[in-house]
């Protein structure tokens, strides 16, 4: 076997190489950490939570002060779904919509009305005060982190009432913020229900959405086991209000047939819904006059005497 012993000349060369090799690796790395901080910022969150203290001021300023805060619940979905349902599919939806049209969106949140599904398993329903509290204590505290477009992002059928209301109280007293609710969204193409009757609470549309959203998480098999059919028990003018109606109608908490979901309905529903989310986003960064007025009233309100007419 030869050995091979370095000449002087060849240490010199060697010295020269190592030197040039160090060289080389110090600007690789100074470039991946240049490559990885450029892409850090491009690539911010859009979810509270993952943010850190720094990048969220970022995040707050990329989105020009406009944040999402999609409200679910935890609630049966007929036999076959998820409690959080709701919550799942709105969160899905807010996550997309922030991709085309940069937000920061509020974590989890499904503190709200579901009175009418109290005697079904796994419901959560706060009292009337505690959901108003929170929510107001939720969206100021929103605004104080710099929040000054608040987006509630309505993914609950059951929060119908709540929400116009909770909206209205805005005008109660001063804020230094405006609340916006976003509620309601068509399909990107129509789709007959298979079943006459009423589709509102875990039938043919939610499991379709489901199958897009969280397939794994729906289990078909179930979806006939139970009746959703609407048995219409109490007979009153429709300009008649009564809590019971909904479940004199839907006493198993499910209207509609979850059986005949699709993934292509659940495709046009949650393109057309995640459209009106970003096309709701993009109007509320516009707006500017909201908040002025807002202002405007405030004062008035204030002094209504002193106001001349
Ligand atoms: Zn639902």
Request: net charge negative.
């Amino acid at each position: 076997m030869a050995t091979y012993n370095m000449s002087p000349v060849d240490e010199r060369l060697n010295g020269r190489f190592e030197m040039r090799r160090a060289g080389l690796i110090i600007l690789v790395v100074t470039m991946l950490i240049f490559v990885g901080s450029a892409n850090a910022q491009t690539k911010l969150s859009p979810k509270w939570e993952e943010l850190t203290a720094g990048d969220f001021r970022d995040a707050i300023a990329r989105a020009q002060g406009t944040c999402l805060l999609p409200f679910g619940i935890l609630e049966k979905h007929g036999p076959h779904m998820p409690l959080g349902t709701d919550l799942l599919n709105v969160r899905y939806v807010a996550e997309h919509a922030a991709q085309q049209e940069y937000v920061v969106i509020f974590p989890e949140y499904y503190f709200g009305q579901i009175f009418e599904a109290r005697h079904e398993p796994g419901t959560v329903a706060y009292s009337t005060e505690l959901q108003l509290k929170l929510l107001q204590e939720t969206t100021d505290e929103m605004a104080r982190n710099g929040c000054k477009k608040v987006i509630i992002v309505n993914g609950h059928g059951g929060n119908e009432n709540l929400l116009p209301f909770f909206a209205q109280t805005q005008l109660q007293k001063r804020h230094d913020y405006v609340l916006y609710v976003q509620w309601g969204h068509d399909p990107t193409k129509k789709v007959v229900t298979q079943k006459p009757g009423p589709d509102w609470h875990a039938g043919q549309s939610e499991t379709s959405n489901m199958l897009i959203t969280h397939p794994d998480l729906v289990h078909l098999d179930r979806a006939n086991s139970e009746s959703g059919a609407d048995e219409n028990r109490v007979h009153l003018p429709e300009n008649v209000y009564t809590a019971i109606w909904w479940y004199a109608r839907f006493p198993n908490h499910y209207s509609g047939d979850g059986s005949a979901a699709t993934k292509g309905q659940g495709e046009a529903d949650v393109q057309g819904w995640t459209n009106a989310v970003v096309h709701c986003i993009q109007a509320v960064k516009a707006d500017n006059e909201s908040m002025k007025l807002q202002n405007e009233f405030y004062d008035k309100a204030e002094k209504p005497l002193e106001i001349k007419p």
